[in-house]
C-alpha cells in the first residue's frame, strides 16, 4: 500500500508544479512569461540540433574520405577562399539575428511594468522569507505578515514534499496582475519558482520587482537559487494559486 501511495504521489497533478527525480524537461508553465521562456529554448534547441548535424556529417565525411593513406593532399597550395569565408561568416551571423529577436522580445516583456493588481512584498532572511500583503489592512490597520519556514523532515505529512513543504504558503488568485516586491535583509537570496517563470534576486538594500499573472490554479514550489549560507537549501517557496471566491475567504481569515 505505501508503495502504491508513493507511486500515486508521484502522478499527481497536485506535484506537477514540483521537480521530480531525473528529471530532465521543464516544469508545467502558469505564466505567459513561462511559454514564452520554453518557446525561446526550443527555437534555439532546432537551430542546436541543425547546427549539430552539419557539423557532425562534415566531421563524418572528412574521416571517411581522407582516412586512407593512398588519398594524397588535396588543394596543396589553396589557401583562400572568398565563397566558403562569406558562408562560415555571414551564416552564424544571421542565426544570431534570429536568437536575438525573439530574445530580446522576451526580455522586454518579461521587464513591462504593468499596473498591479494586488502587490506582495517578499524578504529573504537567513534562512526563511517573510511576506507582507500591504495591499489589505485589518481593523487594527496592519497589514497582512507572516514568515515561511521550511517543514521539518520529521513533521511531513504523507504526500507532502520532502525540502519544499512551508509552513505558511504565499496564497494568490488566478488571472490577477500580481506584482512581487523582492528584497533581502542580511545577504543576496533568489526567490525562484520555476513553473512561473520567476527569478528575482534579492538584495539587501535594494527591491526588485517582477509581475505575474498566473492562469490556473496550482500549488508551485520554488527554492532559493543563491547561496546564501550553511542552510541554503532549506529555504523553500510554496505559492498556491486559488479562485477569487478562495483568496477572498484567505483573506478574512488573515485579518
Not at 529554448?41 to 541543425?50: C, E, G, K, N, P
Not at 507582507?132 to 497589514?143: I, L, N, T, W
Not at 512581487?180 to 533568489?190: E, L, M, S
Not at 539587501?204 to 505575474?212: A, C
Request: with cysteine.
Amino acid at each position: 500500500m505505501a508503495i502504491f501511495t508513493s507511486l500515486l504521489s508521484l502522478v499527481s497533478p497536485l506535484h506537477c508544479d514540483a521537480p521530480y527525480p531525473w528529471q530532465i524537461g521543464f516544469q508545467d508553465g502558469a505564466t505567459p512569461t513561462f511559454e514564452g521562456i520554453v518557446e525561446l529554448h526550443d527555437t534555439i534547441f532546432f537551430y542546436l540540433v541543425v547546427i549539430s548535424f552539419l557539423v557532425f556529417w562534415m566531421l563524418s565525411v572528412i574521416m571517411i574520405k581522407f582516412s586512407s593513406n593512398k588519398v594524397g593532399i588535396v588543394h596543396k597550395y589553396h589557401n583562400h577562399g572568398t565563397l566558403i569565408e562569406l558562408i562560415w561568416t555571414i551564416t552564424p551571423a544571421l542565426i544570431l539575428i534570429a536568437i536575438a529577436f525573439p530574445s530580446f522580445k522576451l526580455l522586454y516583456l518579461m521587464d513591462e511594468v504593468i499596473s498591479p493588481t494586488m502587490t506582495v512584498k517578499v524578504a529573504g532572511h537567513q534562512w526563511y522569507w517573510s511576506y507582507e500583503y500591504s495591499d489589505f489592512v485589518s481593523a487594527d490597520g496592519e497589514s497582512i505578515e507572516f514568515d515561511s519556514y521550511m517543514v521539518p523532515e520529521s513533521d511531513l505529512e504523507l504526500g507532502q514534499l520532502r525540502l519544499l513543504e512551508v509552513d505558511n504558503r504565499v496564497v494568490v488568485p488566478v488571472d490577477t496582475h500580481i506584482r512581487f516586491i523582492v528584497t533581502g535583509q542580511d545577504v543576496i537570496h533568489d526567490w525562484a519558482i520555476p513553473s512561473l517563470g520567476v527569478k528575482m534576486d534579492a538584495v539587501p538594500g535594494r527591491l526588485n520587482q517582477t509581475s505575474v499573472i498566473i492562469q490556473r490554479e496550482g500549488v508551485y514550489y520554488g527554492q532559493c537559487s543563491e547561496i546564501c549560507g550553511v542552510y541554503h537549501a532549506f529555504m523553500p517557496i510554496v505559492v498556491e494559486a486559488v479562485s477569487l471566491e478562495k483568496y477572498l475567504s484567505w483573506l478574512d481569515s488573515q485579518v
